[in-house]
């Protein structure tokens, strides 16, 4: 049968209408249409411009505010390691010595007969005051005797400003070999109890001279100018 020319119109109108219905599907599913419906294919869709959004790292403060900032929690152990060290450093000990040591000697009302030492740790740093103080009148051969009885249950510790005393026996009725002393050398016993430590103290007598003789002795060091004048 031959075709009439409204058949053929409406067989090209038909296939105009199925390549549009295609072109239309096609845009749905790789791009988006324009205006005149042609596709613009350089469009990606928009779930899939979503999850490259997502996917993508942060960066910059939001990466830090996400994985915290390791440097300074790195960092803390080593200030608190410094802390210690500082404290450690402030709690450091060591011998009362001339070098932070004032010591003065003043004459003691009671009982006779005897001297009063006072030794006050000017430093910065807290000292011990080892034993009892080696004392020397003059050019003495050997030290004064230690007062054994005197002895305290506690080595004296002073922290800067305190002071620690010793008392000092010069002379009684019965001793022997008297004279009159005119200087005073003070050595610091060292921690083992063997020798001095450090440099000695020459402090100034109460007066022009002291009368000295063979019972002459000093007491250990005490934290009260009342312990040390009980012998």
Request: glycine share 6%; with cysteine; aromatic share 6%.
């Amino acid at each position: 049968m031959t075709a009439t020319p409204r058949s053929r119109r409406l067989r090209t109108l038909a296939a105009a209408l199925v390549t549009t219905a295609a072109l239309s599907l096609t845009a749905c599913q790789t791009g988006t249409a324009d205006a005149t419906g042609a596709v613009d294919s350089t469009q990606p869709p928009v779930p899939a411009a979503q999850a490259e959004q997502e996917a993508t790292p942060a960066t910059g403060k939001e990466a830090e505010k996400e994985a915290g900032t390791p440097g300074k929690e790195a960092g803390a152990p080593a200030k608190e390691a410094a802390q210690v060290a500082d404290r450690k450093a402030a709690q450091k000990t060591t011998s009362c010595t001339a070098k932070g040591t004032e010591v003065t000697v003043t004459d003691a009302p009671r009982p006779i007969n005897h001297l009063l030492i006072k030794a006050t740790n000017t430093s910065d740093t807290t000292c011990h005051l080892y034993y009892a103080p080696y004392l020397r009148f003059d050019q003495a051969q050997s030290a004064v005797p230690f007062i054994e009885e005197s002895k305290p249950q506690a080595v004296v510790t002073l922290a800067p400003g305190e002071s620690g005393y010793a008392g000092v026996l010069t002379s009684t009725p019965d001793g022997s070999h008297p004279y009159d002393a005119t200087s005073l050398t003070l050595y610091y016993a060292a921690r083992s109890g063997q020798g001095s430590t450090g440099a000695p103290s020459h402090p100034a007598l109460p007066f022009d001279s002291v009368r000295i003789d063979s019972s002459n002795a000093v007491t250990y060091w005490q934290t009260s100018a009342a312990d040390a004048l009980m012998w």
